[in-house]
């Protein structure tokens, strides 16, 4: 079997999906990230595609490095998410093949379920309060909420009541055990950010998610003396080498792998093994479409350590286009919380690809 193209599909409501074709009819599916124009991703993507073509889809190790050494000096953002794209087709080739879900590839499951935790957003305190009671009433276990994304180095209490004021809002549409997790995205200076983590303890936070910059990680110890509440950190933390330092310095309580950032199946298996003897925990990141999902769920179930997957798929928050790309819909199963293991071959997911060509969007310089 050989590869014979690979295609980037840029779609409503802002994914980024890709096919890996082969010589014998196989094609798989993944999922990168638009992090700079859509024409230089596709444009990116094609060199991806002439190193590939022609050879093995099954030799999944090899190629992974293939596409990485291709990539040289420039490894970034922009490259990583889409080595991860093509590094999540190949493994959907190699288990339809195989006529086996992708986590048997890792020694099997170790769960037959994942536990949601659902990312939800919305214009004020009060419609969000709404949809986490609507996200809980759906099935899932937990929300996770952004916080603000901006701050001064000495900051007004104002924005810390606003924020105190969601989690409060939730804590009171919910119920006392729903679990609440709050994002900073890396945009709180830690002067403010160990005041805004220390007022938020009482209200029993599943975890705080990068409440300082990505670039400051080494201030997370620092952080930690002002809350009880776990922290995470991993969205954006490139490959095993990213999260080496992380955990070697025990900088964090949580992190969470992305098969769209970190460097797809293949790299995020890698990272969630490494973790597991640091005592650190594994949820899933996952903030874009269904592939990435499919994807995610693989991983997560191959790991001792993984604890929650995050979803912004199913849950009443999310974009109700983004499950009209799954023509297999009836294989998600959610129950208590819990989403059931897919045991379809691959990733778990028939993609609807007259559905994507139809809700193709303008590629853009």
């Not at 295609?7 to 700079?36: H, M, N, R």
């Not at 925990?281 to 592939?291: N, Q, R």
Request: aromatic share 10%; proline share 4%; charged share 25%.
């Amino acid at each position: 079997m050989k590869i014979t193209d690979i295609q980037g599909f840029y779609v409503k409501p802002g994914y980024f999906f890709i096919k890996v074709s082969t010589d014998q009819g196989l094609c798989g599916w993944g999922e990168s990230a638009i992090l700079y124009t859509s024409q230089l991703q596709l444009d990116v993507l094609e060199e991806i595609k002439k190193a590939l073509v022609g050879k093995s889809p099954l030799a999944i190790e090899s190629l992974w490095n293939i596409m990485f050494e291709c990539l040289g000096s420039r490894v970034s953002s922009l490259f990583i998410t889409l080595l991860s794209g093509v590094d999540q087709a190949l493994w959907d080739i190699k288990g339809k093949k195989e006529n086996s879900p992708v986590y048997d590839f890792f020694g099997g499951s170790s769960k037959d379920k994942a536990k949601l935790i659902s990312w939800i957003r919305a214009e004020n305190s009060s419609k969000l309060a709404k949809k986490a009671k609507a996200a809980m009433d759906f099935g899932s276990s937990s929300v996770k909420i952004s916080a603000r994304d901006d701050s001064e180095y000495i900051d007004s209490y104002k924005k810390m009541d606003e924020v105190i004021e969601r989690v409060a809002l939730i804590r009171e549409a919910t119920d006392t055990y729903f679990g609440i997790s709050v994002d900073f995205h890396g945009k709180i200076h830690r002067s403010i950010a160990k005041v805004m983590v220390r007022e938020l303890d009482p209200y029993g936070l599943t975890f705080i998610e990068d409440p300082i910059p990505y670039d400051n990680l080494e201030s997370l110890k620092k952080i930690a003396q002002y809350t009880s509440v776990p922290l995470a950190t991993g969205e954006e933390i490139f490959s095993r080498w990213g999260f080496r330092k992380v955990l070697q310095n025990e900088l964090i309580d949580i992190i969470q792998p992305s098969v769209v950032y970190t460097g797809g199946i293949t790299e995020a298996r890698k990272v969630v093994s490494m973790a597991e003897p640091y005592d650190v925990g594994i949820i899933m990141h996952c903030s874009l479409g269904p592939i990435a999902f499919c994807s995610s769920l693989h991983v997560g179930a191959s790991g001792s350590n993984p604890i929650m997957q995050e979803e912004n798929i199913f849950n009443p928050s999310a974009d109700p286009l983004a499950k009209k790309y799954i023509k297999n819909i009836e294989d998600f199963v959610f129950q208590d919380g819990y989403i059931n293991l897919i045991r379809r071959p691959g990733i778990g997911i028939e993609v609807d690809e007259d559905c994507v060509r139809e809700n193709l969007l303008e590629i853009k310089n």
